[in-house]
């Protein structure tokens, strides 16, 4: 049996939010990582290529050895994926957007990772979530991820009328998430179901020329419109 020293390391590479120039959000060691690195394990190969060409544009496109690792991936080949790894290849791991691992599919492979013995080495790069949080005004020392809510109208009602209710005992802000070209519907069922004097923070676009983040009570957002259809949104709440 190899050393674990013999092992390569599990790169946890961010990438940008949207269509932005990549120098504007992530650091250089982003750029130093790619350069030496030729084995991925991404979401989605077509745009982890026009990514790494984005940040690296010297890097030969066809050295790069990419595995698409998303809902549709079975277990059994997630092994496979970090075989490279445990040949003394360093392997580079992307999210489609933002920090791998978070919200991310990337998760299992970084729990198998430790598993088997394999060092995670996590660069810094922008993550929606806790973007949305900083800016929101909200508990920044206390706060919940719930990733999405149902989207049966009544099971989606109960479920922010639940949110609603943790936020106010625990004082605790929670954001959760929806598919972009559904934001509208969602934001609509969001007004409809929170008490008047809860805050609602919306933060969309995040990083981007078009960003929009802004934090009101539910009754002063019925007063406004915004459309937020197939923009990338976080929502946070939070009942004082």
Request: include cysteine.
């Amino acid at each position: 049996m190899k050393p674990v020293s013999f092992y390569g390391k599990l790169y946890l590479i961010p990438t940008t939010l949207g269509e932005i120039n990549p120098e504007d959000v992530l650091p250089l060691t982003v750029k130093r990582t790619i350069d030496f690195i030729d084995d991925y394990i991404v979401e989605n190969e077509k745009t982890a290529r026009k990514f790494i060409k984005s940040i690296q544009p010297e890097k030969i496109q066809s050295s790069l050895i990419l595995s698409t690792l998303n809902k549709h991936t079975e277990d059994s080949e997630h092994v496979k994926m970090i075989q490279p790894c445990l040949e003394g290849k360093n392997i580079g791991l992307m999210s489609e957007a933002g920090c791998p691992g978070v919200a991310d599919p990337g998760a299992v492979i970084v729990k198998l990772a430790h598993e088997k013995g394999i060092q995670v080495v996590p660069l810094v790069g922008p993550s929606s979530i806790l973007l949305a949080i900083m800016a929101s005004g909200m508990n920044g020392q206390s706060f919940t991820f719930n990733g999405y809510i149902p989207i049966d109208k009544t099971e989606k009602k109960i479920a922010i009328k639940n949110l609603e209710k943790i936020s106010q005992d625990k004082n605790q802000s929670q954001i959760f998430i929806e598919t972009p070209f559904r934001n509208n519907k969602m934001l609509e069922d969001i007004l409809q179901a929170l008490n008047p004097s809860t805050h609602l923070c919306i933060a969309t676009d995040i990083t981007l020329p078009t960003e929009y983040i802004k934090t009101m009570r539910a009754s002063e957002w019925k007063k406004i419109k915004v459309d937020l259809h197939n923009r990338p949104t976080i929502f946070i709440i939070h009942k004082m």
